[in-house]
């Protein structure tokens, strides 16, 4: 057999696998104040935060479905349990996290990936971080990088200073819900002057169906600090739907570089509706990169709020919306303060009547003067029941801006095939690097193991579709 | 390939049609190693659609006759499995594919067409470095898309390049030397002769005797609305120059030639 087939052995099965264990703790299906109370009871937290949580219970209940993009009627906010507690123990090393989870996350590949590039690491399971590290010498700098929930057992000050600030609960109705019942996610805080220059990573990894998980994550990196922050989410595939509805909140202060890499790989019952945001200081940069491989649904757009002069931000997504999924991707720039910068680069493949959609909103304000805007969105359709649609709102405000935006969609044609196939290379194959082709300058920003992921999953799908015309 | 090659190429009563429309009516055509035949026809005659029927394209369909590689028949193989057995079509019209690096698509095709040999990716990296050099096109062609902005002399260039690096048994050229400047048409024909050396069969289809001064053919057939009117040594291209196609339209071969 050539090496190129060889490939094909791997199976989305790798994350497809259920863990055998049972919740120390969960409270009972559907959303009512008492639960909330009780999320927050259990987590002993201060009297202000379950106010927090109770408010946006209001807020919540108050605000409508969004009427846009996707269908979210399979939702039914009373079957879903908002809060599992797989674990009573916190870890700080693997020998210590119960023996299924932490087989878990072996399968998984966290720990390898741990020892081999990362300076540190976060482990969440259902609703709780299990397993959290920094690695020695970052620790020494003042790097924490640790569970959201610990965080504000830890250092309340910090985390009351910024929780919601970036993402208010009344944002969207999902921005509410997380923000009435969050549990876990990651708080990571980098120092002044602090360069951090392994990635961390937070995996997520949901276990149920039925169930929802709310992680709440918040990254403060300080004047002239510098994080690559990786962020990794796997399921198994239930017939049932599961819901994530993470919050992320990012402070990227003066002078300071956060990048932000996010790779989905949710099976294809979870309802991903993520709310991600950060706030860009004078001179600061902020790099969202997007790798959207699984889930049924994902409605994301990560934004950023460029506030001081000088402030820049690029945001890359790769989207695969392959089979009955629909990806509603995009990015929000708001050029707030003069000589900002703003960078958008869209890229999907929709196949086997998959949907997928580029939402964006960039606005250059009055005043913001000389800043700089680019946004191209590509789509690639192989084959003809599949769809894409571009929905850009741009606002420019300001006579100064300069701003492009640039659409294609295209399609692999059969004469590429043929031509491929003319070189002894067979359908799938061919597919495989065509779509590959397409993707080649993206790809190169996703961290390598995981864009060895995406490469593999790129081959699986296009093995799985049939002859073209 | 040092050893002698044996392979030979039969086309048999081959009837091609596209859609509803015939084209080829009942076609011979044997090729063996190391010779080359020139293809020579008007527009619309059939030449393409020769070549596209003999790699496999699916929108031709065979409706008469059969294709042989060495006794096995292969008209009812696919693309890749014809390529796999010794075809290649140097592209009229090769597609372009934004993003598909030069150098991916030529690894990944070497891989299938010889998946015994062990490639080691830098000395491939050499090899294909060596035949820009010898096609007289940059070393950073590997990182270019696949026909992707490329010059029409480019593309034709590195269509050419693929019939040495993929040793195939037979090669099919077709318009190969179209919008090819005067000193890319020699280096092509050179790569043609080399090709030869080595023991191809070599079907170039032209309309025009340049190339086949410098490559001189072992045969020349004359194709005109789907059919062989004439087949031939090196005079036959003269005439063509002299009197055109429409001495073989007019039906007066037998009388002219006899
Ligand atoms: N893919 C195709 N679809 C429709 N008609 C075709 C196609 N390919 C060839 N033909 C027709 O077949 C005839 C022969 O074409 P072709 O083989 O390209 O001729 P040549 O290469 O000799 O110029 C022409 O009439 C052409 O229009
Ligand atoms: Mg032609």
């Known amino acids: 057999m050539q090496k190129l087939d060889e490939n094909f052995e791997i199976k989305k099965d790798k994350y497809d696998f259920k863990t055998n264990i049972k919740p ?17 009871r259990v987590k002993k937290e201060p009297e202000w935060m379950k106010n927090i949580r109770l408010r946006a219970l209001e807020i919540f209940n108050s605000k409508p479905l969004p009427t846009w993009g996707p269908d979210l009627s399979e939702l039914n906010f009373d079957e879903i349990t908002y809060y599992i507690k797989p674990e009573d123990r916190k ?78 609960a009344s944002d969207n109705k999902f921005a509410a819900l997380n923000t009435a019942v969050w549990s876990g996610g990651s708080f990571l805080y980098i120092p002044k002057g602090v360069h951090v220059d392994l990635p961390v990573q937070a995996y997520f990894r949901m276990n149920g169906e039925l169930e929802g998980q709310f992680e709440r994550t918040l990254i403060v990196a300080e004047e002239g600090a510098s994080v690559h922050y990786i962020e990794g989410c796997t399921a198994p595939t239930y017939s049932r739907y599961a819901l994530h509805a993470a919050v992320v909140e990012v402070y990227a202060k003066k002078n300071s570089k956060v990048r932000y890499t996010s790779i989905q790989n949710w099976s294809d019952n979870v309802i991903n509706l993520p709310t991600k945001r950060a706030w860009v200081e004078e001179n600061a940069r902020m790099e969202w990169v997007q790798g959207s491989l699984g889930s049924k649904i994902t409605m994301t757009y990560p934004s950023s709020i460029l ?28 050029h707030a303060a003069p000589n900002t910068s703003s960078k958008v680069v869209a890229k999907s493949i929709s196949g086997r009547g998959g949907m997928s959609v580029y939402r964006g909103l960039l606005r250059i304000n009055q005043g913001a003067y000389n800043s700089k805007s680019s946004v191209q969105c590509d789509a690639l359709i192989v084959d003809d029941i599949s769809k894409s649609n571009t929905y850009p709102h741009n606002e420019i405000l300001d006579d100064t801006a300069v701003f492009s935006h640039e659409a294609s969609v295209g399609k692999i044609s059969e004469e590429q095939i ?46 799985k579709m049939g002859a073209v015309g | 390939m040092t050893d002698k090659q ?28 190391g010779e080359i035949h020139a293809l020579m026809g008007p527009n619309g005659a059939g030449k393409s659609t020769l070549a596209q029927a003999i790699i496999g394209n699916p929108k031709y369909t065979v409706t008469t006759g059969k294709i ?9 193989l696919q693309l890749y499995e014809r390529a796999r057995e010794g ?71 590195m269509e050419a390049l693929q019939m040495l690096l993929f040793k195939p048994k037979f090669v099919i050229l077709d318009e190969i030397d179209s919008g090819l400047d005067v000193d890319a048409l020699k280096i092509v024909a050179e790569a043609v002769k080399k090709a030869k050396e080595s023991g191809t069969g070599i079907l170039i289809i032209t309309h025009y005797k340049r190339i086949l001064d410098y490559v001189s053919p072992d045969f020349i057939h004359v194709l005109v609305d789907g059919t062989i009117v004439e087949s031939g040594k090196a005079e036959i291209a003269k005439k063509i120059e002299e009197y055109g196609y429409d001495y073989y339209r007019r039906g007066e071969v037998n009388a002219k030639v006899g």
């Open chain 2, 6 to 33: 044996n392979n030979v190429l039969n086309i048999e009563n081959l009837s091609v049609k596209v859609g509803d429309k015939n084209i080829l009516k009942s076609l011979n055509l044997t090729i063996k190693s």
């Open chain 1, 91 to 168: 870890s700080s090393s693997w020998d210590e996290v119960p023996k299924e989870i932490k087989e878990t996350f072996d399968k998984l590949g966290v720990p390898e990936m741990e020892r081999k590039y990362l300076a540190g690491t976060v482990a969440q399971f259902e609703s709780e971080g299990v397993y959290s590290k920094i690695k020695k010498q970052w620790e020494e700098k003042g790097v924490i990088f640790m569970d959201m929930d610990s965080a504000l057992q830890k250092y309340p000050e910090i985390i009351r200073e910024h929780f919601g600030k970036v993402v208010p």
């Open chain 1, 307 to 334: 506030r001081g002069e000088y402030a820049s931000t690029s945001n890359l997504n790769v989207a695969l919306a392959m089979g009955e999924v629909w990806k509603d991707n995009g990015a929000k720039v708001v």
């Open chain 1, 24 to 40: 120390v703790y969960q409270v009972g299906q559907g959303l009512t104040r008492s639960v909330v109370e009780e999320i927050s």
């Open chain 2, 87 to 157: 075809i290649f079509l140097a592209f009229q019209e090769p597609v372009s594919v934004q993003g598909l690096k030069y150098i991916n698509f030529l690894r990944t095709a070497y891989m299938s067409l010889h998946p015994n040999e062990k490639l080691e990716y830098k000395k491939f990296i050499e090899q294909v470095q060596e035949l820009l050099g010898l096609f007289r096109l940059d070393k950073s062609f590997i990182d270019r898309s696949l026909n992707d902005g490329l010059s029409g002399g480019e593309k034709k260039r």
């Open chain 2, 68 to 76: 042989l590689i060495n006794g096995k028949d292969i008209t009812d």
């Open chain 1, 418 to 463: 043929n031509y491929l196939m003319s070189r002894g290379i067979r359908e799938e194959d061919a597919r495989s690097l065509i779509v590959l082709g397409f993707l080649d300058d993206v790809l190169k920003e996703i961290p390598l193991e995981y864009s060895i992921e995406f490469n593999k999953l790129i081959r699986l799908e296009m093995s």
